[in-house]
């Protein structure tokens, strides 16, 4: 074979591998899932991680009050959003090294496909249901409850539920379910099927107004969304988190225009009132705040811009 003849067949040899290599990459099939639905971070001595139950399609024109389409459209645009908002639910697990709480248990089966997301990412956060000493509830809609019961039976079974009574006894009445109009039911349909069982065993605890529920971990009234939401405040070696629950649903639209509200609001006057405080004193304190419609992991900070906020998202970081 000539040097000629050789270089040739090398040339042929090299463009085949070359197609071959380019098909094998294209023929790669997408993967299209995302990693475990956990994020971690430390409040002083305590450890929190962000469990992501799923993701709701929320339509703000149909469901935000007191406003306009127009504002609502124009601010969604404002911050890259259309019509449909993907919304986070969010849960928190607060370790204080002592005890284990669950601050709100995701929408499981009670809001259809999408969701009960949560058990799997608390298990690949690295924690078992049956360690959890305590599942704190923000309010009883069933996107912060749904998750109490799997397959039929108590999801956490070493836990106390706790709840404002408030909320207890306005959710969990029979009376109440029965006089509800027909598109309210659900909602007193789901409290009672997802904590009834823990009543039935004891495992219920209402309190009533500011409550400290663990050293670290204390329950602060914040009536209005419902007639018993409680916000939640975590505070370890001078470090400070609060876990708003719903005090806000549409981060693009609320946070410049507090005054806005949603028509799943009790007492939508009460609850505007509780968010311009907790926005204020979240930007005055500097503190750290998560809520449960946040896009996750939805921890981050509060900042005054104008007449409204904005929120500054925590940064991605490796556990020290």
């Known amino acids: 074979m000539t040097i000629v003849h050789w270089l040739r067949r ?7 591998s070359l197609l071959l290599a380019t098909a094998a990459h294209a023929a790669a099939p997408q993967v299209k899932t995302q990693a475990p639905g956990f994020y971690r971070m430390m409040l002083g001595d305590f450890e929190v991680t962000a469990l992501l139950d799923g993701i709701l ?4 024109n149909k469901l935000l009050t ?3 389409p127009a504002e609502v459209s124009a601010l969604l645009k404002r911050s890259f959003q259309g019509e449909v908002v993907p919304t986070s639910v969010n849960a928190y697990l607060i370790n204080t090294g002592s005890k284990l709480v669950l601050v709100d248990a995701g929408a499981a089966k009670l809001f259809g496909p999408g969701f009960d997301q949560l058990h799997a990412n608390l298990k690949a956060a690295g924690y078992q249901p049956e360690q959890v000493d305590a599942v704190v509830i923000t309010h009883m809609h069933g996107d912060h409850i749904g998750g109490l019961i799997q397959d039929g039976k108590i999801a956490f079974p070493n836990a106390t539920v706790y709840a404002d ?3 207890a006894d306005f959710w969990l009445s029979a009376a109440n379910l029965e006089k509800a109009p027909k598109e309210m039911k659900m909602f007193f349909q789901g409290a009672q099927v997802t904590l009834n069982p823990y009543v039935s065993a004891g495992k219920l605890k209402a309190f009533e107004g500011d409550t400290e529920i663990v050293p670290g971990v204390k329950a602060i009234a914040t009536y209005g969304h419902t007639p018993g939401h409680a916000i939640y405040a975590i505070e370890s070696k001078g470090e ?4 708003w629950g719903d005090l806000m649903h549409v981060a693009a639209v609320q946070f410049p225009k507090p005054s806005v509200t949603i028509q799943f609001d009790t007492d939508s006057k009460a609850a505007a009132v509780q968010r311009k405080k907790a926005f204020a004193d979240a930007a005055k304190n500097g503190y750290w705040v998560a809520s449960a419609h946040l896009p996750f992991p939805g921890i981050g900070h509060l900042r005054v811009d104008g007449k409204g906020y904005q929120f500054v998202p925590v940064n991605y970081s490796q556990i020290k």
Do not use: G, I, Q, Y
């Open 66 to 68: 007191n406003t306009t």
């Open 240 to 243: 400070k988190l609060v876990l």
């Open 165 to 167: 009574k408030h909320d």
């Open 57 to 60: 399609p929320l339509e703000p």
């Open 10 to 16: 090398s040339a042929v040899l090299f463009a085949s």
